[in-house]
């Protein structure tokens, strides 16, 4: 059985950061598109952060570029989201999620429908 498990949501003032975890079991990622969606209250799920778990190729939102940095371990099937300098409108629900790779890390990234594997989610909240 397919799973993937967050950990590591929270509360976190501004300019804060917290670290997001994501372990996958029933399958191995070599061969998988793995990454960071978020959806905040009344908008709709987007792609934060993707890595191909073959090559290392990364995408990020252009409104997380410089402040976030998704890495994996491949000894340990999981994946990490390290989100520096937060903001107010980084508060979402984050959700770990992957795919058979099918297409560039960018494609996948940004369309959340086409991707069949998903987390719990794990609720970030950046406020003061």
């Known amino acids: 059985q397919l799973q993937l498990v967050e950990s590591g949501g929270g509360l976190v003032q501004p300019g804060g950061s917290l670290r997001l975890s994501c372990a996958a079991s029933g399958f191995t990622l070599d061969y998988y598109i793995i990454g960071w969606f978020r959806q905040a209250p009344g908008k709709e799920r987007e792609g934060v952060s993707c890595i191909s778990y073959s090559d290392g190729n990364t995408y990020y939102a252009d409104s997380v570029k410089g402040r976030f940095t998704i890495s994996r371990d491949n000894a340990k099937n999981a994946v990490y989201l390290q989100m520096n300098s937060l903001k107010p409108e980084d508060t979402a629900v984050y959700y770990c999620?992957?795919?058979?790779?099918?297409?560039?890390?960018?494609?996948?990234?940004?369309?959340?429908?086409?991707?069949?594997?998903w987390g719990q989610g794990t609720q970030v909240t950046v406020s003061s």
């Open positions: 999620a992957s795919e058979y790779s099918w297409a560039t890390v960018q494609s996948m990234c940004n369309i959340p429908q086409r991707i069949s594997y």
